[in-house]
T-cell receptor, first 119, second 109 residues
């Protein structure tokens, strides 16, 4: 297993453009999380999936953000009409939970992140 | 709600000890500790699930005081490889986690 992978690793875009990031979790993991991290801060929770179901979404996540995990494997995070304030590192993490509701009992494995710069 | 970490930064000499604290204003379900080196993803260190639970990982250990709603990470006989930013992640339910702002640890020879 090669761990969690994310693509692209870097993305530079102009304000107003749409961007999409991909995350491939560890294959047997059924939980997938998206976080955003800015310089000097800890990862900020955005949303998470249990298999293909999106179970929670942060109130900080505006309507311009959408995430999918259509087959319960890889996930995509799309940001529409990007703003300069969206510039950050976007991290994906995965974990395995035997039972619904035990997700935070298990370690999360993080991917290398996608660094977004909005000009 | 985001947990509060202290101190924000600490500088050690090789072989010295350090304690990093993580406090929450709400009752905790679990506490996670991660270390992140510059330009890299966070790496898992340990999870504490029960009040009063202590775990160890080489010379890094942690405690969880459920009553005080806080956790502490103990680094003993620090090594150069311990340098990085340490984050606690606190879970208030079974589903999602909130990270603190981090404690930057620098170990000098």
């Amino acid at each position: 297993d090669t761990g969690v992978s994310q693509d692209p690793r870097h993305k530079i875009t102009k304000r107003g453009q749409n961007v999409t990031f991909r995350c491939d979790p560890i294959s047997e993991h059924n939980r997938l999380y998206w976080y955003r991290q800015t310089l000097g801060q800890g990862p900020e929770f955005l949303t998470y999936f249990q298999n293909e179901a999106q179970l929670e979404k942060s109130r900080l996540l505006s309507d311009r953000f959408s995430a999918e995990r259509p087959k319960g494997s890889f996930s995509t995070l799309e940001i529409q009409r990007t703003e300069q304030g969206d510039s950050a590192m976007y991290l994906c993490a995965s974990s395995f939970s035997l039972l619904v509701g035990t997700g935070t009992s298990n370690e999360q494995f993080f991917g290398p992140g996608t660094r977004l710069t909005v000009l | 709600q985001q947990p509060v970490q202290s101190p924000q930064a600490v500088i050690l000499r090789e072989g010295e000890d350090a304690v990093i604290n993580c406090s929450s204003s709400k009752a905790l379900y679990s506490v996670h500790w991660y270390r992140q080196k510059h330009g890299e993803a966070p790496v898992f260190l340990m999870i504490l699930l029960k009040g009063g639970e202590q775990k160890g990982h080489d010379k890094i250990s942690a405690s969880f005081n459920e009553k005080k709603q806080q956790s502490s990470l103990y680094l003993t006989a620090s090594q150069l490889s311990y340098s990085g930013t340490y984050f606690c992640g606190t879970a208030y339910n079974n589903n999602d986690m909130r990270f603190g702002a981090g404690t930057r640890l620098t170990v000098k020879p």
